[in-house]
C-alpha cells in the first residue's frame, strides 16, 4: 500500500509564494506519474501538475504555466509544488496523486490520492 501525505499549504496573500511537497511511504513504491490537483469550493477537481517518475517529463495546466513549478526527489520519494504569484483564484484544496502505470497526466487514471492540504490565497 502507498499513503501520499502532502504538507504545506497555508494562509497567503495574493501575489506570495508558496511551495507544497508530497512524501510519499510504501514499500513498493514505484510510480510511473505524480500529479498534482486541486478543487475549489463547488468546482471540480482539476488537474494543475504532473512529472514523469523517472524521466522527469512535466506537464502543466494552462493556467499555472509560468507560476508553478513541480519538481521531485526521488531517493525522498516525495514531490514538490512551487506556487509563485499566487492569486486568490488558486484558493483550494491541493492533493496529490500518485499512477503505477502510464497515464495522460491531466485524466490519470491515478491509482492512490493524498488527503489535501488548503491553499487560502487573500486579496
Known amino acids: 500500500q502507498v499513503q501520499l501525505v502532502e504538507s504545506g499549504g497555508g494562509l497567503v496573500q495574493a501575489g506570495d509564494s508558496l511551495r507544497l511537497s508530497c512524501a510519499a511511504s510504501g514499500r513498493t513504491f514505484s510510480p510511473y506519474t505524480m500529479g498534482w490537483f486541486r478543487q475549489a469550493p463547488g468546482k471540480e477537481r482539476e488537474f494543475v501538475a504532473a512529472?514523469?517518475?523517472?524521466?522527469?517529463?512535466?506537464y502543466y495546466a494552462d493556467f499555472v504555466k509560468g507560476r508553478f513549478t513541480i519538481s521531485r526527489d526521488n531517493a525522498k520519494n516525495t514531490v514538490y509544488l512551487q506556487m509563485n504569484s499566487l492569486a486568490p483564484e488558486d484558493t483550494a484544496v491541493y492533493s496529490c496523486a500518485a499512477a503505477r502505470l502510464g497515464v495522460v497526466p491531466a485524466r490519470g487514471p491515478y491509482d492512490y490520492w493524498g488527503q489535501g492540504t488548503q491553499v487560502t490565497v487573500s486579496s
Open positions: 512529472i514523469s517518475w523517472y524521466v522527469g517529463s512535466t
